[in-house]
């Protein structure tokens, strides 16, 4: 056994890492799944919308002059000389002296150039006479909608860069989009290895345990928004583990094996098949993270330990799945400020992320005894980042605390 | 044309929503399909993890009294009798004076109480002649985790309603489930109405525009965890509008024809053929909103107008979807402070949805001139909320903004 030929600081794996990180091409995507992708291109309108002058309320088409001195003493008679609905409008021209019943959306007649609201009208002998009383006046423009009042021909509704929201889908839609320009998804391929692996849903037994980075690495890299490509467990072998590495993807996120042991086989063929950049970090846990390059692929060397993939995944992986994607770098956890109830301490030199818990803005660190334990991170509201060039903090002091939820 | 019977507020409208919803039962699902769903059941481990005493770090397997007075200059020999990995145990016992070579996460051989890290030991010579030298003093226990140090079995890692996050997973997968009992996913029917409509992908022209509802509503529900039906346009004709309705659905949103106008067909329907318990609320936009049953599902009738929609969505129909589904009621959307740039008014009776930018920490109102335009919803950075009891904000008054993103 050898130790690492050199253990980096998390700052130099990350200046590594974002020195590769290029964002993925643009691919088209149906409407009804582009709800928060990231939009590659800026959403120009080519129309107005609406796309002609329409009724705000429902009501009567006039000419607003024919309404002047309206009042309810003072009945202004109309003829009522058609209806208006969306989609089916008036094709006459109206006159002064005439009224269209119109309904919100629908398109104004031509000639009219305001509606009277259903409430200032009198309709109840109109339905049979063939003229109704206008109760009111209406100024000219009043309870119209401009053509364009909503988009106008040209605009630039939404930006690159974009997490596309529902309701920019709706204005998507409305200027006649049908489908999305949008950064292509990451593909990331798992490779979780160890011969002491049970697949996802067996019953650990004897000296085998059951899966858990598998599930769980495929969760976080969904939620970064990857497409994960996840066949199966992989048994300690470098042709296996080459072969799952030669993937058709983007990402490879290896898990087990990626220390300096006897069986750690992973960062060699790395090396020996491509750059492996990173090998060894100061940080607990995950210290021993590695990272490359395979041909186009990045490569993610995870430790086997589940809190140390999750926290390794949380520093390199995610971030780098997540650029790839068009999408920020930072953590997609919120951040809240608690005051510590104990206190943190943390060597010099290493960077340590520390679960903790979170309740009335009291943060209490959960004790950790040696190795990482995975139930600390469900039992954990969140975790404290403590820097390499800190100590730790004592009870009292206020941290931030980065939310898993 | 006739008036809404009797308007009510929005607290009443929430009132009578919340006695309808109950959540829905519980279903299983694959592992791999649960992060984010709603845990139905405690997650209770049968399990010890690890189920074994397991090495917390490479090194040797010793008897610790075997090394007891070893330093780098009292180099104390041992007999190096076989390694274990993880999954492939030593099988032997060992006695006192003995040393097996381990892996990280390999059980501990029987008759061995400690790990000596491999940087205490000069294994260079052992090798070959069997033996190694220890070069450092362990303590009974020491690099040994526990059987169970992990999980006990019986301990309740996960309760009832939790959102499952990705480590949750991994942690179910530990203790040999394969899958996770969940609140089942509310089925939705959109009933997208509107003669006027043109569906999603087609560009508007002339009379005719093109669906915003359709596509926005189904991301909203799919965000609020949905399974979404929406079959396509319907006419606004009663027979096609009330099949639309009658789908095998827990919740059914109706889209356009809500008001009391002629064409306004949905709430008669609901009316006459199950409850029509809503009808008119006030607020603005959105105030021809209607709530009822139709058997067993509940149908929420939205204004056509995308920005009615939505705010109608947010206040009623996503609350539902969010309750039936074993989520929080309240919005999923962040809410900052900020101070108003200009004033916000709104007529004491009536809830105002006031969509405002928020930069660095001052809210600006965006102007809507009447109508309300959807892109104000992609404009903006979130809402507003102006409470019924309430004549709105002067200018330099700190708010809550609820955030879109």
Redesign the interface.
């Known amino acids: 056994?050898h130790?690492f030929s050199r253990r980096h600081t998390v700052e130099q794996a990350l200046a590594w890492l974002d020195a590769q990180l290029h964002q993925l091409p643009a691919e088209e995507v149906?409407?009804?799944e582009a709800?928060g992708r990231i939009l590659a291109t800026p959403v120009v309108s080519n129309?107005d919308?609406?796309?002609?002058d329409r009724a705000?309320m429902?009501g009567y088409a006039v000419v607003a002059d024919s309404t002047e001195g309206a009042t309810s003493y003072n009945r202004v008679a109309l003829k009522h000389v058609g209806d208006a609905?969306?989609?089916?409008?008036f094709h006459g021209t109206l006159a002064p002296g005439e009224a269209v019943?119109i309904?919100?959306?629908?398109?104004i007649p031509a000639g009219s150039n305001a509606v009277l609201p259903?409430?200032f009208v009198d309709?109840c002998s109109g339905e049979s006479s063939g003229s109704i009383a206008a109760l009111a006046t209406v100024s000219p423009g009043k309870?119209v909608?401009q053509r364009g009042?909503?988009?106008v021909h040209g605009?630039t509704?939404?930006d690159t860069g974009r997490?596309l929201?529902?309701?920019?889908?709706?204005?998507?839609?409305?200027?006649?989009?049908?489908?999305a320009r949008v950064v292509r998804r990451p593909r990331v391929r798992l490779v979780i290895t160890?011969?002491?692996?049970l697949p996802?849903?067996?019953?650990?037994?004897?000296?085998?345990?059951?899966?858990?980075?598998?599930?769980?690495?495929?969760?976080?890299a969904?939620?970064d928004g990857a497409v994960v490509d996840?066949p199966g467990l992989v048994r300690d072998d470098a042709d296996a583990i080459l072969t799952g590495m030669q993937a058709d993807a983007d990402v490879v996120i290896v898990s087990g094996g990626s220390?300096?042991?006897?069986?750690d086989l992973a960062p060699t063929l790395v090396a020996s098949h491509g750059e492996l950049a990173v090998h060894g970090v100061a940080m607990r846990p995950s210290s021993p993270t590695g990272m490359g390059r395979l041909g186009q692929r990045l490569v993610f060397l995870l430790p086997?330990?589940?809190v140390s993939a999750?926290c390794a995944y949380d520093f390199f992986a995610g971030r780098a799945i997540r650029a790839l994607g068009g999408r920020a770098k930072a953590w997609p956890y919120?951040s809240m400020r608690g005051t510590l109830t104990r206190k943190i301490s943390s060597p010099i030199g290493r960077l340590d992320y520390a679960r903790v818990r979170l309740s009335d803005g009291q943060v209490e660190p959960l004790s950790i005894?040696?190795?990482s334990?995975?139930?600390s991170?469900?039992r954990a509201d969140g975790f404290v980042i403590i820097d390499q060039d800190s100590e730790g903090f004592p009870a009292g002091t206020d941290v931030d605390v980065w939310l898993?939820?």
């Open positions: 056994m130790g149906p409407l009804r709800a129309v919308v609406p796309g002609f705000t429902d609905m969306p989609g089916s409008p019943r309904m919100t959306g629908a398109p259903a409430e309709a309870n909608g009042e909503d988009i605009t509704l939404l997490v929201r529902p309701q920019d889908l709706g204005v998507m839609s409305s200027i006649g989009i049908g489908h160890g011969n002491e692996l996802a849903g067996s019953p650990p037994h004897g000296v085998h345990i059951t899966d858990a980075n598998g599930p769980m690495l495929e969760a976080l969904v939620r996840f220390s300096v042991g006897i069986e086997g330990n589940p999750l919120r005894s040696g190795a334990l995975l139930s991170t469900t898993y939820e």
